[in-house]
């Protein structure tokens, strides 16, 4: 089983793409501000869009892992990031979520170039829309929506007992098939 990174430009839908496949495979959810690299699971699934910069390197030190990219809409990302302000503390140049997506995706692209096809798997965001985790409504997410200290976003999402924790894991989620993906990780 190897170690499943899920990445992608931020707002791709990394979060949910990493809870789903962490749950349908029966693995260990973890978030990318959650771990260090030499206390990871090795059968873990890794939310991680900010980690999208050193694929290249974790290919080499996690020789076994797999990644995940995540393949959305580009108007929906920048829909997502106008929403909640994303880098808007520092950024205002209404051109930048614009440059930002492409030249994530042209970096996407490269990688795919540079890693053996079977280190890779592009997921579309849009196929995930019929599982019972996916949230249709994010009117009220924030920008970690998952913490059990941030009053919005999806319950269905939380576990407020151990949030801090790589060992968090959905509970009490009815269990779905998920074939596509799995037999995108899985072979």
Request: net charge negative; aromatic share 12%; hydrophobic share 35%.
């Amino acid at each position: 089983m190897p170690l499943i990174f899920v990445t992608g430009p931020q707002r791709s839908g990394t979060t949910i793409a990493a809870r789903i496949l962490s749950h349908d495979l029966n693995r260990p959810y973890i978030d990318e501000s959650e771990y260090t690299p030499h206390d990871i699971p090795r059968n873990a699934v890794i939310q991680a869009p900010f980690i999208l910069k050193s694929v290249l390197e974790l290919s080499y030190v996690f020789p076994e892992s797999h990644f995940v990219f995540m393949d959305r809409d580009k108007e929906e990302i920048i829909q997502s990031m106008e929403r909640i302000e994303w880098y808007k503390d520092y950024i205002d140049d209404p051109q930048f979520y614009n440059d930002y997506v492409d030249h994530t995706y042209k970096y996407l692209e490269l990688l795919c170039h540079t890693l053996d096809e079977d280190r890779w798997s592009i997921l579309p965001y849009a196929s995930l829309s019929n599982h019972p985790l996916f949230v249709t409504n994010r009117d009220d997410f924030t920008v970690r929506q998952w913490q059990k200290d941030k009053p919005k976003g999806p319950k269905l999402w939380r576990n407020d007992n151990s949030t801090g924790s790589y060992k968090v894991r959905l509970q009490d989620i009815p269990s779905s098939a998920m074939a596509t993906i799995r037999s995108t990780i899985t072979n």
